[in-house]
């Protein structure tokens, strides 16, 4: 995790006190594809948390031990998942594939952009989580606490 702050510092800039790479314009499709490689080393090659929803949705569903009583709110809460997945994934692609724009006040618009939907996503997150975790057991809430989304939202 220190390489890639390291090395997001040095892009950015902010370490050398040059404008880097981030700065001048030249976050491109390669180097999104490099970073991408780097996060996937630093989470043992597990890709990224969209790709592997459905088995993240399984897995906590099983060691929450959500019961027939809970698999309304469970189920409003896995679909909230998985539609952060999806808009996770829209941008990502959007990202990866040369979409970015290329102008600074573009890329500004994107930017807030992508932290509209961010909040969005809490929000529908928060929605669903909170029914879910009213209906828990006070051992189920206590791994719910644990395993369960944090700021990012999504896994």
């Given at each position: 995790m220190f390489r890639m702050r390291s090395m997001m510092g040095g892009m950015s800039g902010?370490?050398?006190?040059?404008?880097?790479?981030?700065?001048s314009g030249m976050m491109g499709p390669g180097m999104m594809s490099m970073m991408r490689q780097m996060m996937m080393g630093q989470q043992g090659g597990m890709g990224l948390p969209f790709e592997h929803v459905e088995g993240r949705i399984a897995f906590l569903k099983a060691e929450l031990k959500i019961a027939d009583a809970q698999a309304p709110q469970w189920n409003a809460f896995a679909d909230s998942?998985?539609?952060?997945?999806?808009?996770?994934?829209?941008?990502?692609?959007?990202?990866?594939k040369g979409g970015m724009p290329t102008s600074w006040p573009d890329r500004l618009a994107f930017q807030q952009k992508a932290l509209a939907t961010r909040l969005d996503a809490l929000k529908a997150l928060e929605s669903a989580a909170k029914p879910l975790y009213a209906v828990l057991t006070d051992e189920q809430r206590t791994?719910?606490?644990?395993?369960?989304?944090?700021?990012?939202?999504?896994?």
């Amino acid at each position: 995790m220190f390489r890639m702050r390291s090395m997001m510092g040095g892009m950015s800039g902010q370490q050398d006190g040059q404008a880097g790479m981030m700065g001048s314009g030249m976050m491109g499709p390669g180097m999104m594809s490099m970073m991408r490689q780097m996060m996937m080393g630093q989470q043992g090659g597990m890709g990224l948390p969209f790709e592997h929803v459905e088995g993240r949705i399984a897995f906590l569903k099983a060691e929450l031990k959500i019961a027939d009583a809970q698999a309304p709110q469970w189920n409003a809460f896995a679909d909230s998942l998985r539609a952060n997945a999806k808009a996770h994934q829209a941008m990502h692609e959007q990202m990866t594939k040369g979409g970015m724009p290329t102008s600074w006040p573009d890329r500004l618009a994107f930017q807030q952009k992508a932290l509209a939907t961010r909040l969005d996503a809490l929000k529908a997150l928060e929605s669903a989580a909170k029914p879910l975790y009213a209906v828990l057991t006070d051992e189920q809430r206590t791994l719910a606490d644990r395993l369960l989304p944090g700021p990012m939202g999504m896994m």
